[in-house]
C-alpha cells in the first residue's frame, strides 16, 4: 500500500506541473502584446519618419569612373529634411547632369559633389593627390615590391630620408675642416 500512495502522489503532481504548465502558456499566449510589444499585429508595417522629407539624388545604375551623367542614370529618394546636412547630397537631377564620375559607383549610392567632377577625370593617382601636391613614380623590381603583392588600391606608406650636412661655402667641405699642417723633412 504504500509503494500505491507514493505513486498516486507522483501522478498528482505531475498533473498539477501539467496544469500549470498549460495555464502559462495560454497566459503568454494572450498577453503576448504586453509581454513582446515587437512581435505584435504591426510587425509588417513600414515605419513613416516624423518630420519634412527631401528628395536626394541617387545612382539608379551602376557607372564607372569617368561616365558623363543622363538623366536616366539618376534616381530621387526620401530623406528626413531634420538629417540632411547642406551641401552634402545633391537635391536636383539637373544641377547633376552632364558631370562626370570621378570613380567606379554601384546602383542605389547618393551622390556628393566629391564624387563628382566638370572638367577631364585624368587617371586613378592624379584624383588622389592634393592640390599642391607632387607624387614621384618610384621604380620597382621584385625584391622592391614585396614579391608583387601589391595590387592596384592598396596604401602604402613610404618613408624617406637623406643626411643633411653643414657645408664650408668656400671649399664645398664638409664642416668642421679638419686644417693640418704639413711640413717636408730636413732643413
Known amino acids: 500500500m504504500a509503494a500505491d500512495g507514493r505513486r498516486r502522489s507522483g501522478r498528482v503532481f ?22 513582446f510589444p515587437q512581435l505584435g499585429a504591426n510587425q509588417n508595417a513600414v515605419a ?4 519634412d522629407i527631401v528628395k536626394i539624388v541617387i ?10 551623367l543622363t538623366e536616366e542614370m539618376l534616381a530621387l529618394v526620401s530623406y528626413p529634411k531634420d538629417e540632411l546636412v547642406q551641401g552634402m547630397f545633391f537635391t536636383e537631377t ?9 570613380y567606379d559607383l554601384e546602383q542605389g549610392i547618393p551622390l556628393t559633389p566629391t564624387l563628382l567632377t566638370s572638367g577631364p577625370t585624368g587617371s586613378y593617382a592624379a584624383d588622389q593627390i592634393e592640390p599642391g601636391m607632387v607624387a614621384i613614380s618610384i621604380p620597382i623590381s621584385r625584391l622592391t615590391s ?3 603583392a601589391l595590387q592596384p588600391g592598396d596604401h602604402v606608406n ?13 671649399y664645398q ?8 699642417s704639413v711640413s717636408a723633412p730636413g732643413i
Open 94 to 102: 539637373q544641377a547633376i547632369v552632364g558631370q562626370k564620375v570621378k
Open 173 to 180: 667641405s664638409k664642416l668642421p675642416n679638419m686644417v693640418g
Open 158 to 170: 613610404i618613408l624617406v630620408s637623406f643626411q643633411l650636412i653643414d657645408l664650408d661655402t668656400s
Open 48 to 51: 513613416t519618419p516624423s518630420g
Open 14 to 35: 505531475i498533473i498539477i506541473a501539467i496544469v500549470l504548465i498549460l495555464i502559462l502558456a495560454v497566459a503568454v499566449f494572450l498577453l503576448r502584446d504586453v509581454f
Open 146 to 148: 614585396v614579391a608583387y
Open 59 to 68: 545612382l539608379a545604375q551602376p557607372v564607372s569612373r569617368g561616365t558623363t
